[in-house]
């Protein structure tokens, strides 16, 4: 019998989407709004910036920042810091103009 080393620990489940407005939600009423960090192209922008927007990205791997909204919620507008390997929340605050 050979040995296969040690079990890995258990990665720990999503819990509820913590909205600061409403208190813990489940995902489901939230919305994926995309990439804070990416600048939309302005009026005038060429189909190439366009498409360079929508889909060139970079698939990072660990914490991301990301806009969510609270479709069946308040309907507030959030950023999100998700890990994106465990889809584990560290923390959410409204996003602001």
């Known amino acids: ?10 990665t720990p489940a999503p ?24 600048a939309r192209p302005g009026p005038g922008s060429s189909d190439e910036d366009w498409a ?7 698939n990072r791997r660990g914490l991301a920042r990301e806009y969510w909204v609270h479709a069946q919620g308040c ?10 390997v465990t889809h584990l929340i560290h923390s959410v605050r409204e996003a602001t103009p």
């Open 1 to 10: 019998m050979t040995d296969a080393g040690p079990t890995p620990a258990p």
């Open 15 to 38: 819990g509820p989407f913590p909205c600061p407005f409403c208190g813990p939600r489940d995902e489901a009423e939230f919305r994926y709004g995309g990439d804070p960090d990416v």
């Open 52 to 58: 360079r927007y929508l889909y060139v990205r970079e």
């Open 75 to 84: 309907g507030l507008w959030l950023i999100a810091e998700r890990d994106s």
